[in-house]
C-alpha cells in the first residue's frame, strides 16, 4: 500500500463517521440499523489505518524512545477503541430498537473492568499517543508549529459534542498531509548503493 493513503484515508474515514452519526440521530436516536452499522465500520476502518499512520509518525521522529512509547499508547487505545465499536455493531445488530440497545449495553458495562478498559481510560491511550507523535514531529521541526493544534482540536471535539467530529476530522486531514508529503518523499529516496 502507498505509505501516504492512510494519513489522508484515516482522517476522511473519520468524517464519514461523523457525518453519518449526524445523519442517524436526526430521527432523535441512534441506532440500531444501517447508519449505525455502517458509520461503525468507517471508524473501525480509519482506527486501522491509524496503525500504519503512527507507525511512519514514529519512523518520521527518528524512531526515538518517546515516540516509541507514543506510538505504543496509541495502537493500545486503537486496540481498545476497536473493541468498543465492534461492540457497539454487535450490540446493534441485536436490537430491535434503541431501548433494547441500552438494556445491552448496560449489560455489558456491568461486567468488571470493561468501562475503565473499554470505554473510559483504554480510548484515551489512542489520543494521548496521536498527540505525543505529532507534539514529537513539532518539536524535531518536522512538522510545523500549528499542526498539533489542528490535532488537538480533532481529539477535543468529542468531549465538547461529537457532532463536531466532521470539523475535527477536517483539521486532522489538512495536519495529515504534509505528514503524507514527508512519508512520501522518504519512501521515493534512493537506496544507496553497497559494493
Not at 475535527?168 to 512519508?183: H, Y
Request: with cysteine.
Amino acid at each position: 500500500m502507498n505509505p501516504r493513503i492512510p494519513f489522508v484515508a484515516a482522517p476522511l474515514l473519520t468524517l464519514a463517521y461523523g457525518v453519518i452519526r449526524i445523519l442517524d440521530g436526526l430521527d432523535g436516536s441512534r441506532g440500531p440499523g444501517l447508519a449505525w452499522t455502517s458509520g461503525h465500520l468507517a471508524f473501525m476502518a480509519a482506527l486501522i489505518l491509524f496503525v500504519p499512520v503512527f507507525l511512519q509518525m514514529r519512523r518520521l521522529a527518528d524512531r526515538d524512545a518517546f515516540s516509541t512509547v507514543s506510538a505504543g499508547l496509541g495502537i493500545i487505545g486503537i486496540l481498545t477503541l476497536l473493541a468498543q465499536f465492534g461492540i457497539d455493531i454487535v450490540i446493534g445488530l441485536m436490537s430491535a430498537d434503541h431501548a433494547a440497545m441500552g438494556v445491552l449495553f448496560d449489560q455489558v458495562q456491568a461486567v468488571p473492568g470493561v468501562p475503565l478498559a473499554i470505554y473510559d481510560g483504554g480510548p484515551l491511550l489512542f489520543f494521548v499517543g496521536q498527540l505525543g507523535l505529532v507534539g514529537r514531529l513539532a518539536a524535531i521541526r518536522r512538522v510545523k508549529i500549528w499542526t498539533p493544534f489542528l490535532v488537538l482540536i480533532d481529539v477535543m471535539v468529542p468531549f465538547v459534542n461529537k457532532d463536531l467530529m466532521p470539523l475535527g476530522a477536517v483539521c486532522l486531514l489538512i495536519s495529515f498531509l504534509p505528514l503524507a508529503g514527508q512519508v512520501a518523499s522518504r519512501t521515493a529516496r534512493p537506496v544507496p548503493a553497497t559494493v
